[in-house]
């Protein structure tokens, strides 16, 4: 059995949102996947300061995120630890850095981002997808 992609907190703020790419990240969110409460947190900053969401809207989309995911993922001290590693090794910002060490640690193969490099291969088991690339 393979382990689902992990979404990164873009996905989540286009299928939020009345972007282009809203049913793109909607369709992403009908198939198995895991996120981390990571994206949860980076989710409620941009829904709050960029879309004009209130706490409840904000409350109300990642209750709905969360009870769609097959796994949420905690952020830990392993994790974290991880996350610098790859940030300094990589150059990856912090954020994107800690989405890659949840990944990492939940064993997936792939993990879908806009932000990060499309076809990057981390530790030989992680490709980061850009799934708006056609």
Known sequence: MSVPPLLDTNILV??????I?????????????IVSVQAFNEFANV???KMGMSWQETRTAINDFSK???????????IHTLGME?????KLSIFDAMMVASALRAGCS????EDMQHGLV????????NPFIE
Do not use: H
């Open 14 to 19: 286009y299928a939020a949102s009345s972007d």
């Open 21 to 33: 790419r809203a049913s793109k990240a909607q369709l992403l969110l009908t198939q198995p996947f």
């Open 47 to 49: 829904s709050r300061r």
């Open 68 to 78: 769609l995911a097959t796994v949420v993922l905690p952020v830990d001290t392993a």
């Open 86 to 90: 790859l940030a300094e090794r990589l």
């Open 110 to 113: 792939q993990c879908y981002s």
């Open 122 to 129: 981390v530790n030989e088991q992680l490709r980061i997808v």
